[in-house]
């Protein structure tokens, strides 16, 4: 089955505490994307990548971190968590990057996460 | 610079009921896609509709139909006789230019009663 997923699902952690989030996908998809998701504001861009070692900031990358050494991987890194990071995180990816009607997105189930 | 505005944050209605979600866009791009993104209370993002700039057809689905108007830059959604199941919040979306991001608005949460 094509999908994209995304782990931990759910995690608690307190402030400082590096922590990684997994996000694999399936489809040979050449962009990857990270997106978090806060009430009232939607989803917000963090980071993207058009393909492996190919990586750009989004909206508000402030506070973490990516990497794309290979093409179904794309984990989003928290050096140093901080509560303003509570939040539903979303990875995506998409066939296309530019404006060849092949970029619709699909996403992982989300990763909803606590600072403390 | 690119912006998605869905003005209603909640709309609640009785099921049958019909029920238009608003989507106003900017762009300076001639060349653009627009979508639809719902979100069920079981949390994930499910596509609905991608539509280009090159292409003002209104759209239908079984219940479900677009609206696009360049000319007032507005993207409008519209359920026709709402089913419980429909409730969710719905985004709407835009990708211009580079293509390198999509901007989501801040999204409507429908709730339809029985």
């Known amino acids: 089955e094509a999908q994209v997923t995304q782990n931990p699902r759910y995690l608690i952690t307190v402030t400082g505490k590096k922590l990684t989030v997994t996000c694999s996908q399936n489809m040979n998809h050449e962009y990857m994307s990270w997106y978090r998701q806060d009430p009232g504001l939607g989803l917000r861009q963090i980071y993207y990548?058009?393909?492996?070692?190919?990586?750009d900031k989004g909206d508000v990358p402030e506070g973490y971190k990516v990497s794309r050494k290979e093409k179904r991987n794309f984990p989003l890194i928290l050096e140093s968590p901080s509560p303003n990071q509570t939040s539903l995180y979303f990875c995506?990816?998409?066939?296309?990057?530019?404006?060849?009607?092949?970029?619709?997105?699909?996403f992982g189930a989300g990763s909803r996460l606590t600072v403390l | 610079a690119q912006k998605v505005t869905q003005a209603q944050t909640e709309i609640s209605v009785v099921e049958k009921e019909d029920v238009t979600l608003d989507c106003v866009y900017e762009?300076?791009?001639?060349?653009?896609?627009l979508f639809w993104y719902k979100q069920p209370p079981s949390g994930e993002l499910v596509f609905l509709i991608r539509?280009?700039?090159?292409?003002?057809q209104n759209e239908i689905s079984g219940r479900y139909s677009w609206n696009f108007q360049k000319s007032t830059s507005s993207f409008n959604f519209t359920i026709t006789a709402s089913q419980v199941v429909d409730s969710a919040v719905y985004f709407c979306?835009?990708?211009?230019?580079?293509?390198?991001?999509?901007?989501f608005g801040s999204g409507t949460q429908l709730t339809v009663l029985p």
């Open positions: 762009t300076r791009d001639t060349t653009y896609y």
């Open positions: 979306a835009l990708t211009a230019g580079s293509a390198r991001q999509l901007t």
């Open positions: 539509r280009n700039s090159f292409d003002e």
């Open positions: 995506a990816s998409s066939l296309g990057t530019g404006l060849s009607g092949a970029n619709v997105l699909t």
């Open positions: 990548s058009m393909n492996v070692e190919v990586t």
